[in-house]
Protein backbone atom coordinates (compact mmCIF):
# COMPACT_ATOMS: atom_id res chain seq x y z
CA UNK A 1 0.00 0.00 0.00
CA UNK A 2 1.04 3.44 -1.32
CA UNK A 3 1.70 6.07 1.31
CA UNK A 4 -1.13 7.87 -0.06
CA UNK A 5 -3.58 5.56 -0.05
CA UNK A 6 -2.82 4.57 3.32
CA UNK A 7 -3.40 8.07 4.47
CA UNK A 8 -6.86 8.58 2.80
CA UNK A 9 -7.56 5.18 4.26
CA UNK A 10 -6.62 7.09 7.58
CA UNK A 11 -8.13 10.05 7.28
CA UNK A 12 -11.55 8.16 5.93
CA UNK A 13 -11.86 5.71 8.54
CA UNK A 14 -14.68 6.04 11.57
CA UNK A 15 -12.07 5.37 14.49
CA UNK A 16 -15.03 4.95 17.08
CA UNK A 17 -16.52 2.11 14.51
CA UNK A 18 -13.31 0.33 14.41
CA UNK A 19 -12.63 0.57 18.13
CA UNK A 20 -16.37 -0.60 18.91
CA UNK A 21 -15.20 -3.84 16.48
CA UNK A 22 -12.06 -4.27 18.23
CA UNK A 23 -11.83 -7.36 20.73
CA UNK A 24 -9.04 -5.07 22.33
CA UNK A 25 -9.63 -1.40 21.84
CA UNK A 26 -6.39 -0.32 23.96
CA UNK A 27 -4.55 -2.68 22.05
CA UNK A 28 -5.66 -1.74 18.45
CA UNK A 29 -5.77 2.41 19.48
CA UNK A 30 -2.00 1.70 20.41
CA UNK A 31 -1.64 0.37 16.69
CA UNK A 32 -3.61 3.25 14.65
CA UNK A 33 -1.52 5.91 16.44
CA UNK A 34 1.38 4.39 15.69
CA UNK A 35 0.57 3.46 11.73
CA UNK A 36 -0.67 7.35 11.82
CA UNK A 37 2.63 8.62 13.50
CA UNK A 38 4.67 6.67 11.05
CA UNK A 39 2.30 7.56 7.99
CA UNK A 40 3.04 11.68 9.02
CA UNK A 41 6.66 11.29 9.16
CA UNK A 42 6.81 9.53 5.53
CA UNK A 43 4.34 12.58 4.31
CA UNK A 44 5.97 15.62 5.75
CA UNK A 45 9.43 14.01 4.44
CA UNK A 46 7.31 13.41 1.13
CA UNK A 47 6.13 17.03 1.39
CA UNK A 48 9.76 18.42 1.80
CA UNK A 49 11.07 16.50 -1.19
CA UNK A 50 8.47 18.31 -2.94
CA UNK A 51 9.14 22.28 -1.81
CA UNK A 52 12.76 21.41 -2.64
CA UNK A 53 11.73 20.27 -6.09
CA UNK A 54 9.45 23.68 -6.17
CA UNK A 55 12.52 25.53 -4.88
CA UNK A 56 14.27 24.42 -7.86
CA UNK A 57 11.83 24.82 -10.33
CA UNK A 58 11.22 28.22 -9.28
CA UNK A 59 14.63 29.18 -9.30
CA UNK A 60 15.10 27.84 -13.54
CA UNK A 61 11.78 29.65 -13.99
CA UNK A 62 13.59 32.51 -12.74
CA UNK A 63 16.53 31.97 -14.63
CA UNK A 64 14.46 31.46 -17.93
CA UNK A 65 12.61 34.30 -17.65
CA UNK A 66 15.98 36.03 -17.51
CA UNK A 67 17.33 34.30 -20.54
CA UNK A 68 14.05 35.07 -22.66
CA UNK A 69 15.15 38.62 -21.38
CA UNK A 70 18.79 38.85 -22.74
CA UNK A 71 17.28 37.43 -25.94
CA UNK A 72 15.61 40.36 -26.48
CA UNK A 73 17.64 42.82 -25.58
CA UNK A 74 20.40 41.17 -28.20
CA UNK A 75 17.79 41.23 -31.19
CA UNK A 76 17.26 44.79 -30.35
CA UNK A 77 20.83 45.35 -30.30
CA UNK A 78 21.25 43.25 -33.60
CA UNK A 79 18.56 45.65 -35.03
CA UNK A 80 20.55 48.63 -34.14
CA UNK A 81 23.56 47.19 -35.77
CA UNK A 82 21.39 46.76 -39.03
CA UNK A 83 21.91 42.80 -38.93
CA UNK A 84 18.37 41.62 -38.72
CA UNK A 85 19.42 37.64 -39.83
CA UNK A 86 20.97 38.43 -35.95
CA UNK A 87 17.71 39.46 -34.45
CA UNK A 88 15.79 36.73 -36.13
CA UNK A 89 18.28 34.26 -34.83
CA UNK A 90 18.03 35.78 -31.06
CA UNK A 91 13.77 36.26 -31.52
CA UNK A 92 13.73 32.60 -32.25
CA UNK A 93 15.94 31.57 -28.98
CA UNK A 94 14.03 33.58 -27.22
CA UNK A 95 10.87 32.10 -28.15
CA UNK A 96 12.47 28.58 -27.10
CA UNK A 97 12.95 30.25 -24.35
CA UNK A 98 9.51 31.15 -23.40
CA UNK A 99 8.38 27.61 -24.55
CA UNK A 100 10.47 26.41 -22.02
CA UNK A 101 9.32 28.89 -19.70
CA UNK A 102 5.58 27.83 -20.14
CA UNK A 103 6.75 24.43 -19.33
CA UNK A 104 8.21 24.84 -16.20
CA UNK A 105 5.62 27.40 -15.59
CA UNK A 106 3.11 24.69 -15.45
CA UNK A 107 5.31 21.99 -13.58
CA UNK A 108 5.48 25.03 -10.87
CA UNK A 109 1.65 25.56 -10.63
CA UNK A 110 1.36 21.49 -10.32
CA UNK A 111 4.05 21.61 -7.90
CA UNK A 112 1.90 24.32 -5.57
CA UNK A 113 -1.75 22.29 -5.84
CA UNK A 114 0.50 18.93 -5.06
CA UNK A 115 1.76 21.32 -1.66
CA UNK A 116 -1.89 22.49 -0.98
CA UNK A 117 -3.15 18.59 -1.43
CA UNK A 118 -0.44 17.14 1.02
CA UNK A 119 -1.12 20.66 3.27
CA UNK A 120 -4.85 19.62 3.61
CA UNK A 121 -3.93 15.99 3.70
CA UNK A 122 -1.52 16.63 6.57
CA UNK A 123 -3.79 18.80 8.52
CA UNK A 124 -6.18 15.99 8.22
CA UNK A 125 -4.27 13.23 9.26
CA UNK A 126 -3.24 15.53 12.47
CA UNK A 127 -6.78 16.08 13.51
CA UNK A 128 -6.94 12.05 13.35
CA UNK A 129 -3.85 11.44 15.64
CA UNK A 130 -4.84 14.29 18.02
CA UNK A 131 -8.28 12.52 17.81
CA UNK A 132 -6.88 8.96 18.27
CA UNK A 133 -4.34 10.40 21.31
CA UNK A 134 -7.56 11.76 22.55
CA UNK A 135 -9.76 8.79 22.72
CA UNK A 136 -6.60 6.32 24.21
CA UNK A 137 -6.27 9.30 27.06
CA UNK A 138 -10.24 8.98 27.37
CA UNK A 139 -9.40 4.90 27.59
CA UNK A 140 -6.59 5.13 30.27
CA UNK A 141 -8.78 7.29 32.10
CA UNK A 142 -11.70 5.43 31.89
CA UNK A 143 -9.83 1.78 32.84
CA UNK A 144 -8.05 3.76 35.90
CA UNK A 145 -11.57 4.58 37.32
CA UNK A 146 -13.02 0.62 36.36
CA UNK A 147 -10.00 0.21 38.43
CA UNK A 148 -10.56 2.13 41.40
CA UNK A 149 -14.09 1.75 41.71
CA UNK A 150 -13.28 -2.31 41.40
CA UNK A 151 -10.87 -2.01 44.12
CA UNK A 152 -12.87 0.02 46.83
CA UNK A 153 -15.63 -2.35 45.51
CA UNK A 154 -13.81 -5.38 46.62
CA UNK A 155 -13.13 -3.29 49.54
CA UNK A 156 -16.43 -3.09 50.88
CA UNK A 157 -17.59 -6.57 49.82
CA UNK A 158 -14.75 -7.40 52.11
CA UNK A 159 -16.03 -5.33 55.17
CA UNK A 160 -19.13 -6.52 54.69
CA UNK A 161 -18.19 -10.23 54.22
CA UNK A 162 -15.81 -9.30 57.35
CA UNK A 163 -18.76 -7.56 59.19
CA UNK A 164 -20.90 -10.77 58.76
CA UNK A 165 -18.29 -13.28 60.24
CA UNK A 166 -18.10 -10.71 62.91
CA UNK A 167 -21.56 -10.68 63.80
CA UNK A 168 -21.92 -14.53 63.35
CA UNK A 169 -18.99 -14.72 66.45
CA UNK A 170 -20.74 -12.17 68.38
CA UNK A 171 -23.99 -14.42 67.98
CA UNK A 172 -22.01 -17.79 68.93
CA UNK A 173 -20.29 -16.82 71.70
CA UNK A 174 -23.84 -15.59 72.98
CA UNK A 175 -25.16 -18.74 72.31
CA UNK A 176 -22.42 -20.53 74.48
CA UNK A 177 -22.62 -17.64 77.21
CA UNK A 178 -26.50 -18.77 77.50
CA UNK A 179 -25.68 -22.72 77.22
CA UNK A 180 -22.66 -22.54 80.19
CA UNK A 181 -25.40 -20.45 81.85
CA UNK A 182 -27.49 -23.20 82.01
CA UNK A 183 -24.96 -25.65 82.28
CA UNK A 184 -23.79 -23.91 85.59
CA UNK A 185 -27.05 -24.54 86.94
CA UNK A 186 -27.04 -28.21 86.67
CA UNK A 187 -23.75 -28.52 88.44
CA UNK A 188 -23.85 -30.59 91.72
CA UNK A 189 -27.34 -31.82 90.49
CA UNK A 190 -25.65 -34.74 89.78
CA UNK A 191 -24.19 -35.83 93.25
CA UNK A 192 -27.14 -34.89 95.13
CA UNK A 193 -29.29 -36.47 92.97
CA UNK A 194 -27.15 -39.89 93.51
CA UNK A 195 -26.85 -38.90 97.36
CA UNK A 196 -30.61 -38.78 97.58
CA UNK A 197 -31.33 -42.02 95.75
CA UNK A 198 -28.94 -44.02 98.18
CA UNK A 199 -31.00 -42.34 101.06
CA UNK A 200 -34.35 -43.11 99.54
CA UNK A 201 -32.80 -46.85 98.94
CA UNK A 202 -31.91 -46.96 102.58
CA UNK A 203 -36.05 -46.09 103.44
CA UNK A 204 -36.74 -49.24 101.18
CA UNK A 205 -34.77 -51.36 102.57
CA UNK A 206 -36.51 -50.78 105.99
CA UNK A 207 -39.23 -50.88 104.60
CA UNK A 208 -38.81 -54.23 102.73
CA UNK A 209 -37.43 -55.56 105.77
CA UNK A 210 -40.63 -54.57 108.26
CA UNK A 211 -42.73 -56.33 105.41
CA UNK A 212 -40.55 -59.54 105.45
CA UNK A 213 -40.74 -60.12 109.31
CA UNK A 214 -44.56 -59.37 109.47
CA UNK A 215 -44.66 -62.68 106.47
CA UNK A 216 -42.30 -64.35 108.39
CA UNK A 217 -44.38 -63.83 111.61
CA UNK A 218 -47.73 -64.57 110.10
CA UNK A 219 -46.55 -67.67 108.79
CA UNK A 220 -44.84 -68.87 111.96
CA UNK A 221 -48.54 -68.45 113.56
CA UNK A 222 -49.98 -70.31 110.74
CA UNK A 223 -47.49 -73.62 111.61
Do not use: C, Y
Not at 136 to 150: D, F, G, T
Not at 183 to 192: H, Q
Request: zero cysteines; aromatic letters at 2%.
Amino acid sequence: MGIFSRMTDIINSNLTALLDKAEDPQKMIRMMIQEMEETLVEVRSSSARVIADRKTTGRRLDRMRQESSEWEKKAMLAIEKGREDLARAALNEKQQAEQEIDLVDEELRSLDEHLTHLNEEVGQLQTKLTDAKAKQKAMVMRQSSVESRLRVKRQNNKADIDNAFEKFERFERRMDNLEGQLESMDLGADSKTDLKSQIDSLKNDDKINDELARLKEKMTKVD
